[in-house]
């Protein structure tokens, strides 16, 4: 429970802020029938942050990159609200939709030619809800307070503008200033939670949450309830799912806000036994896979350990895999019952898996430092998938300057490398996993 607690409080508390203010903009969004409005602000969104990177080089996280995005953002909120009191002749969901296809081309496009593509895609869609930091927190509620404090002083002109665009408008409301100005809040908000959270997880919780409430009642108060508890629930059970099965966060959390979905569309539209009949079933279900589920590899967010090895008995020797043969089936646990470097070394060789390996990595740092830090280079150079990734960065525990979203031939990474080789003078002999 303390291992939950220290690898996914932070992120718990992140989904919570953005269910906060992104289940009321839901409300406003679904009452607007501009679903995809979310989704097309955060694909322009991810282009300014990929052009910022390919343009001047700087990370995911830098002033550049949030101005970037922010400056398109705001571009796209001015366009939107001109478009739905100037073209007359289609739908406002359909031109969000067309501005949605052009930004996902074109951030398909620069992530085609960017250094690590694959990486800007993963990051883009799924986000990194994982590592979250304090400093992400404290930036999610100053940035999300600030908008909701604008949002409860302009709710009733927002309300009435969602409620009836046309009424507004024979009224001689401003409705073009209004929905500017609505968009550009939305914008702030996709802004910095898509840096965070990536696309699907973002949209997920404007929508999914808020399409809840609206199944059951049309008072706001009760659909704010409502959206945030269902928000809130969903996080909770993706993270604990993507923690049990070691399963990427983003896409568990917005797997489970649509299980939520489909169980309330359930219970609203048959009968009260059959929806209590399927929610008991997917519950116990899902407990039962918790349960069965191995003990998570997980490795702790601040300082990673691996488990000593136990003392070593004759039975034991004889069934550890010989470093010699290189066709030794890698039994589990095997490399906990290595204890020298050169062994490890040879474990690492033999095995393709990518999470058998950090676990090499890491049992070969606590061994014999020198050997798991060249281990942990040549890890890093495969350019692993995020978490176990992390998990050897963490491992290392030196402030080696590493971005984790970038890949390993990033400027950025193959400076940390170098000064990693230079402090365990790997280089020089002898070699570090003789």
């Not at 809040?185 to 949209?203: K, N, P, S």
């Amino acid at each position: 429970m303390l291992h939950f607690v220290e690898l996914l409080g932070l992120p718990f508390l992140v989904c919570v802020a953005m269910t906060a203010v992104l289940g009321y903009l839901g409300i406003h969004v679904l009452s607007r029938e501009i679903v995809f409005v979310d989704i097309a602000l955060a694909q322009i969104v991810a282009v300014g942050a990929i052009g910022a990177h390919l343009a001047f080089g700087v990370e995911g996280h830098s002033l550049l990159t949030y101005v970037a995005s922010l400056a398109l953002a705001l571009g796209a909120a001015a366009f939107y609200a001109l478009a739905r009191r100037k073209v007359l002749q289609i739908s406002q969901e359909a031109v969000i939709g067309v501005s949605y296809a052009i930004a996902a081309a074109t951030a398909l496009f620069l992530i085609g030619i960017a250094p690590g593509g694959h990486v800007h895609t993963q990051h883009m869609l799924a986000g990194s809800i994982l590592w979250a930091s304090w400093t992400d927190l404290l930036l999610c509620v100053v940035v999300f307070g600030a908008v909701g404090i604008c949002f409860s002083v302009l709710r009733h002109p927002f309300q009435r503008i969602s409620r009836d665009y046309d009424g507004a408008v024979r009224d001689g409301m401003k409705v073009v200033a209004w929905d500017f100005l609505f968009y550009a809040l939305l914008g702030v908000v996709i802004t910095f939670a898509v840096r965070i959270g990536g696309v699907v997880v973002v949209f997920a919780f404007l929508i999914i949450p808020a399409t809840v409430s609206a199944l059951f009642t049309g008072h706001v108060g009760k659909r704010l309830l409502i959206t945030w508890g269902a928000g809130t629930l969903g996080a909770l059970l993706g993270l604990l799912f993507a923690h049990r099965l070691d399963f990427s966060v983003g896409p568990a959390v917005a797997l489970f806000l649509g299980v939520e979905l489909a169980l309330a569309g359930l219970w609203r539209r048959s009968s009260p036994s059959l929806a209590g009949a399927v929610a008991v079933v997917v519950s116990v279900g899902y407990v039962a896979l918790l349960v069965a589920a191995p003990s998570p590899h997980g490795v702790s967010r601040s300082a990673p350990g691996v488990s000593a090895p136990p003392p070593t008995d004759v039975a034991t020797a004889e069934t550890a895999p010989a470093a010699s043969d290189p066709s030794a089936e890698l039994l589990p646990g095997s490399n906990e019952r290595v204890t020298t470097a050169s062994e490890l070394a040879a474990l690492f060789e033999r095995t393709p898996d990518p999470e058998t390996r950090r676990d090499i990595v890491l049992r070969a740092l606590d061994v014999e430092p020198r050997c798991g830090a060249q281990l942990a280079l040549r890890y890093l150079q495969g350019d692993p998938p995020l978490f176990f990734r992390q998990g050897v960065i963490d491992g290392l525990g030196e402030p080696l300057d590493w971005d984790v979203m970038q890949p390993f031939a990033a400027s950025v990474n193959a400076e940390a490398a170098e000064r990693l080789r230079e402090k365990h003078r790997l280089d020089a002999l002898p070699p570090p996993c003789q």
